[in-house]
């Protein structure tokens, strides 16, 4: 795939048309300052200050953001797919609601950054910087942390989402895989026959579903 220059004047708009769509298309300036109902489409970012562009309503797949400063951005309620944010300052960066998917966050300067009431699925975060972070109320599907920097507080909060999100993947699809950790499956039980251990008389036992964990390799290998 050819990644091709945009067809941008040099000076800085002060809004960009609604509605446009880019694709394939390299940045190393944006001359936008209002970006409203856009859709980038292969594009990659680099070395761009966004701290005087507002965003709102914009589409992102397949996108990489090498460098670039994403500040205090609001993604919110945004659908982000396939991408990667590399070595960016991500202070305080907002998706409060947001869908990712497939996206991968390497060494991003993420202090304060809020995924609240965001669904996350397969989500790397590798050697991030995410100190007081929010994750309150998100779904996470198969993301993992490696490497990544969380306070004691937010650690506790990616656990309660997460944790949210396991019992929500088995009850949907019966089986959820963390990348390197290992794998919780929903099983069946099948009705049978019990003993009442104080009075020693038979009793039946229903059926009922329970989780089980088989680890996986990095898991295993740390313990040995």
């Known amino acids: 795939m050819k990644i091709k220059e945009p067809k941008l ?25 209002e970006v ?44 982000v797919t396939r991408c990667e944010f590399i070595n960016s300052k991500m202070v305080g960066t907002s998706f409060i609601g947001a869908v990712l998917k497939d996206a991968k966050f390497s060494l991003v300067k993420g202090d304060y950054i809020n995924f609240s009431g965001a669904r996350l699925s397969n ?25 990544a920097n969380l306070t004691k ?22 089986k959820v895989a963390l990348v390197g ?12 026959t019990g003993i009442n251990p104080l009075t020693k008389e038979s009793i039946k036992i229903p059926a009922k579903t329970v989780a089980s964990f088989k680890a996986g390799s990095k898991l295993k290998d740390a313990l040995n």
């Open 9 to 33: 004047r040099k000076e800085l708009y002060k809004e960009m048309p609604e509605g446009m769509e880019f694709s394939d298309t390299y940045f190393e300036e944006f001359p936008f300052g």
């Open 123 to 147: 989500v790397l975060f590798e050697e991030a910087n995410l100190s007081y972070g929010y994750f309150s109320e998100s779904v996470m599907k198969n993301v993992y942390f490696d490497k």
């Open 36 to 79: 409203k109902d856009a859709t980038f489409d292969g594009c990659v970012f680099n070395r761009i200050d966004f701290s005087n562009v507002n965003l709102e309503d914009v589409s992102l797949t397949d996108c990489r953001f090498d460098n670039c400063d994403l500040s205090n951005k609001c993604f919110d309620k945004m659908f």
């Open 153 to 174: 507080a937010d650690a506790l909060r990616a656990l309660d989402a997460m944790t949210d999100g396991i019992v929500e993947g088995l009850k949907k699809e019966g």
């Open 181 to 192: 950790f290992g794998t919780f499956s929903a099983k069946t039980r099948a009705a049978r």
